[in-house]
């Protein structure tokens, strides 16, 4: 059995004082929901985890970062380590998110540094990978994957890729409102978790989460929570409003496979 996890990108938004704000409202919807049962976590801008740590005390919400960078320390300006991220309270790690692929050059090699780091401080890293819109009407979904897969988890070992979130997220579907149908999810989720067995057996493919991204609502999410590959969701655009994020948790909760 694989554990729902539902996580919260927010991107850049929110000050601290919003963060906080939205971090009270969800406590208030989602505190009946039972922290062994659904990973809740979200994901607020650099400046705001703290807060939002505080925040979340007692709650069964954790936190994560939208980034990070592989150094321990060092002159290395604007980056965030592992362990500020642990010492600010973060459980989770986003890496290789689409955007900062596309806008910041995130590659394959930088994810590998990242996921590798995340690892070793004892955090958990949601690696996402995904095609474009392009790479899929060409047929390269797979290809896509595949490359993502092996060149994000290189030289990972079995061992350590026990502690793994996949993420994925057709970039076609990302804060376009378009959702890929609970067909291609799954195909799409099968495909990967096969990838991952060949790189570690099936047995711990099986146990590996893997989380749908891409313009996911409450009107969705069941649909797609449904799919035997599907082990829950990365939000972007409905976490920022408490009412959304919370329906998306709520439902995905109701989902028993
Ligand atoms: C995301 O940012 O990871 C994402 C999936 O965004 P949205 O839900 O807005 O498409």
Same mark, same amino acid.
């Given at each position: 059995?694989?554990?729902?996890?539902?996580?919260?990108? &927010?991107?850049?938004?929110?000050?601290?004082?919003?963060?906080?704000?939205?971090?009270?409202?969800?406590?208030?919807?989602? +505190?009946?929901?039972?922290?062994?049962?659904?990973?809740?976590?979200?994901?607020?801008?650099?400046? *705001?985890?703290?807060?939002?740590?505080? @925040? #979340? *005390?007692?709650?069964?919400?954790?936190?994560?970062?939208?980034?990070? +960078? &592989? %150094?321990?320390?060092?002159?290395?300006?604007?980056?965030?380590?592992?362990?500020? #991220?642990?010492?600010?309270?973060?459980?989770?790690?986003?890496?290789?998110?689409?955007?900062?692929?596309?806008?910041?050059?995130?590659?394959?090699?930088?994810?590998?540094?990242?996921?590798?780091?995340?690892?070793?401080?004892?955090?958990?890293? $949601?690696?996402?990978?995904?095609?474009?819109?392009? %790479?899929?009407?060409?047929?390269?979904?797979?290809?896509?994957?595949?490359?993502?897969?092996?060149?994000?988890?290189?030289? /990972?070992?079995?061992?350590?890729?026990?502690?793994?979130? $996949?993420?994925?997220?057709?970039? &076609?579907? /990302?804060?376009?409102?378009? @959702? *890929? @149908?609970?067909?291609? !999810?799954? %195909? !799409?989720?099968?495909?990967?978790?096969?990838? #991952?067995?060949?790189?570690?057996?099936?047995?711990? *493919?099986?146990?590996?989460? /893997?989380?749908?991204?891409?313009?996911?609502?409450?009107?969705? =999410?069941?649909? =797609?929570?449904?799919? %035997?590959?599907?082990?829950?969701?990365?939000?972007?655009? !409905?976490?920022?409003? @408490?009412?959304?994020?919370?329906? /998306?948790?709520?439902?995905?909760?109701?989902?028993?496979?």
């Amino acid at each position: 059995m694989r554990k729902t996890i539902i996580a919260g990108n &927010w991107k850049m938004y929110k000050t601290i004082s919003e963060a906080i704000e939205l971090v009270n409202a969800l406590k208030r919807e989602l +505190f009946k929901l039972d922290g062994d049962d659904i990973d809740i976590v979200l994901c607020p801008p650099f400046t *705001a985890l703290s807060n939002v740590f505080e @925040t #979340l *005390a007692e709650s069964n919400m954790q936190l994560g970062a939208q980034d990070v +960078f &592989w %150094e321990e320390e060092g002159a290395f300006t604007g980056e965030v380590s592992c362990r500020m #991220l642990k010492d600010a309270g973060c459980k989770f790690v986003i890496i290789g998110h689409s955007e900062r692929r596309q806008y910041f050059g995130e590659t394959n090699e930088s994810v590998n540094k990242k996921v590798k780091a995340v690892l070793k401080e004892g955090l958990v890293p $949601i690696m996402c990978v995904g095609e474009t819109i392009g %790479e899929r009407e060409r047929g390269l979904t797979f290809e896509v994957l595949e490359n993502h897969l092996k060149g994000g988890l290189k030289d /990972i070992s079995a061992q350590e890729a026990e502690n793994l979130v $996949i993420a994925y997220e057709p970039v &076609w579907a /990302i804060g376009t409102g378009k @959702t *890929a @149908t609970p067909d291609q !999810a799954q %195909e !799409a989720h099968k495909y990967i978790r096969r990838t #991952l067995a060949t790189m570690y057996g099936s047995e711990l *493919a099986s146990s590996i989460r /893997i989380q749908y991204g891409g313009s996911v609502k409450a009107e969705n =999410i069941s649909g =797609i929570m449904q799919q %035997e590959d599907v082990d829950g969701a990365l939000v972007g655009g !409905a976490s920022l409003k @408490t009412e959304s994020f919370a329906a /998306i948790v709520k439902k995905a909760s109701e989902v028993i496979k």
